[in-house]
């Protein structure tokens, strides 16, 4: 069966259609600018070019139905009609409390979703627009939703309990709720089949380390503590989030600048991290390069970057109680061999080897450590989208 994944966001949609047999991608591509000038879709189907084509979409409904036209397009779709869509799998980020896991999408999903947007203003309410369109425009075809927060339902209340009046929790459910849930389930179940180990026996820690990145504790098949919070703003430095800080800076830097609590907010969000760091770039490309020439500022975001990874990596070794596997996944964890060492040379301690030329290599499944590591290290490239085609071929 072919399913058409969707993760939409405020003004951009991406997509993938997969051939739930074969688990391949028959086409994918993504629309930009939605509802602003100047917006494009941009169109690849398996083993063709990839073609951009400018056309308005005021909405995304303009956006899906641009999206199942080149799907069926004589020249460039995959497929003839639109009946050989047998599903659509929706990534949605935040399910509060309400989704431990994936769910066929009602009504009265939709509307718990809804109720879920004061937690994720900005990416909920984007989300159920595209469930809408795609409901407008195929209105018979089943649809899911695959949510960033489901996989961490499973955390003790000691993991997910803020050390704030318990009230907070019970009137507005203040908690960490973590994300990038559908990463780190996919891979820590690819961690388990690469050692030949059943998933319900392993303690593994994923670090997903992209330009958003989280660590994740997943205790025999079970994610037991994370580093995203009530929000993605929480945990580690990222491409421009700044991570954990002391929450008595924002109104600190509030007074100092004249500004609202709010626009602390935003450039906690948008302008720090690594880009607030270095003072140029979020991206580790960029850094990387920024170290070789020699550029101090680049090279401490790095080192800041890598203390707080080995942070949490201890952190979370001790909570539970020992580690069988760590798995690097996501684009700095799955291209970076500098970042895994580094992280590495921390935990030698515990009898960690890196293989050099194992490390050396990219873009594959891969362990990294050696034969005789105590604690296998792995390099995994994760796929969220796959990860929601199978949870939705599963719910149908
Ligand atoms: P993601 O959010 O998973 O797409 O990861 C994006 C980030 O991965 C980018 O900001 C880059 O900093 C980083 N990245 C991607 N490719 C490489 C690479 N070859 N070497 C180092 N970092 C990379």
């Given at each position: 069966?072919?399913?058409?994944?969707i993760?939409?966001?405020?003004?951009?949609?991406?997509?993938?259609?997969?051939?739930?047999?074969?688990?391949?991608?028959?086409?994918?591509?993504?629309?930009?600018?939605?509802?602003?000038?100047?917006?494009?879709?941009?169109?690849?189907?398996?083993?063709?070019?990839?073609?951009?084509?400018?056309?308005?979409?005021?909405?995304?409904?303009?956006?899906?139905?641009?999206?199942?036209?080149?799907?069926?397009?004589?020249?460039?779709?995959?497929?003839?009609?639109?009946?050989?869509?047998?599903a659509v799998g929706h990534?949605v980020?935040?399910g509060g409390?309400k989704f431990a896991k994936s769910t066929l999408i009602t009504d009265e999903v939709i509307k718990a979703i809804e109720e879920c947007?004061?937690?994720?203003?900005?990416?909920n309410?984007?989300n159920i627009i595209g469930i809408n369109a795609c409901k407008e425009?195929m209105p018979n075809t089943p649809m899911v939703a695959v949510f960033?927060?489901a996989?961490?339902?499973?955390?003790?209340?000691?993991?997910?309990?803020?050390?704030?009046?318990?009230?907070?929790?019970?009137?507005?459910?203040?908690?960490?709720?973590?994300?990038?849930?559908?990463?780190?389930?996919?891979?820590?179940?690819?961690?388990?089949?690469?050692?030949?180990?059943?998933?319900?026996?392993?303690?593994?820690?994923?670090?997903?380390?992209?330009?958003?990145?989280?660590?994740?504790?997943?205790?025999?098949?079970?994610?037991?503590?994370?580093?995203?919070?009530?929000?993605?703003?929480?945990?580690?430095?990222?491409?421009?989030?700044?991570?954990?800080?002391?929450?008595?800076?924002?109104?600190?830097?509030?007074?100092?600048?004249?500004?609202?609590?709010?626009?602390?907010?935003?450039?906690?969000?948008?302008?720090?991290?690594?880009?607030?760091?270095?003072?140029?770039?979020?991206?580790?490309?960029?850094?990387?390069?920024?170290?070789?020439?020699?550029?101090?500022?680049?090279?401490?975001?790095?080192?800041?970057?890598?203390?707080?990874?080995?942070?949490?990596?201890?952190?979370?070794?001790?909570?539970?109680?020992?580690?069988?596997?760590?798995?690097?996944?996501?684009?700095?964890?799955?291209?970076?061999?500098?970042?895994?060492?580094?992280?590495?040379?921390?935990?030698?301690?515990?009898?960690?080897?890196?293989?050099?030329?194992?490390?050396?290599?990219?873009?594959?499944?891969?362990?990294?450590?050696?034969?005789?590591?105590?604690?296998?290290?792995?390099?995994?490239?994760?796929?969220?989208?796959?990860?929601?085609?199978?949870d939705t071929?599963a719910l149908i």
């Amino acid at each position: 069966m072919n399913i058409l994944v969707i993760n939409c966001g405020s003004s951009s949609l991406k997509f993938q259609l997969i051939d739930s047999d074969s688990e391949k991608v028959l086409a994918k591509g993504l629309c930009e600018r939605i509802g602003i000038d100047g917006s494009r879709i941009v169109y690849q189907p398996a083993g063709g070019e990839k073609e951009t084509t400018e056309a308005p979409m005021p909405t995304h409904t303009e956006a899906i139905k641009l999206v199942l036209d080149s799907l069926i397009d004589a020249n460039k779709g995959v497929i003839k009609s639109l009946d050989e869509i047998g599903a659509v799998g929706h990534r949605v980020v935040h399910g509060g409390e309400k989704f431990a896991k994936s769910t066929l999408i009602t009504d009265e999903v939709i509307k718990a979703i809804e109720e879920c947007n004061d937690l994720a203003p900005l990416h909920n309410p984007a989300n159920i627009i595209g469930i809408n369109a795609c409901k407008e425009l195929m209105p018979n075809t089943p649809m899911v939703a695959v949510f960033d927060t489901a996989f961490h339902q499973t955390m003790p209340e000691e993991a997910y309990i803020y050390g704030i009046p318990y009230e907070y929790y019970e009137k507005y459910k203040v908690r960490r709720y973590g994300f990038h849930g559908t990463s780190h389930s996919f891979v820590s179940k690819r961690a388990a089949e690469m050692l030949g180990k059943p998933y319900d026996s392993l303690k593994t820690i994923v670090c997903h380390l992209g330009n958003g990145a989280s660590i994740c504790a997943v205790d025999h098949g079970k994610s037991v503590e994370t580093s995203m919070g009530m929000t993605p703003l929480e945990g580690l430095i990222m491409g421009t989030r700044s991570g954990d800080i002391d929450p008595a800076i924002v109104e600190f830097i509030a007074k100092k600048e004249n500004k609202t609590a709010e626009e602390v907010l935003k450039i906690l969000n948008k302008e720090s991290g690594v880009q607030g760091i270095s003072g140029f770039t979020s991206d580790f490309r960029d850094i990387e390069e920024g170290i070789e020439k020699g550029n101090k500022r680049a090279k401490l975001a790095m080192d800041v970057f890598a203390h707080r990874v080995v942070r949490y990596v201890g952190a979370y070794i001790a909570q539970m109680n020992g580690v069988d596997a760590i798995v690097f996944t996501a684009g700095l964890g799955e291209n970076d061999k500098t970042i895994r060492e580094m992280v590495c040379s921390h935990l030698e301690f515990l009898g960690v080897k890196l293989d050099d030329a194992q490390n050396s290599k990219r873009g594959e499944d891969l362990i990294v450590s050696t034969d005789d590591s105590k604690v296998k290290v792995l390099v995994i490239p994760t796929n969220e989208e796959l990860m929601i085609a199978r949870d939705t071929l599963a719910l149908i």
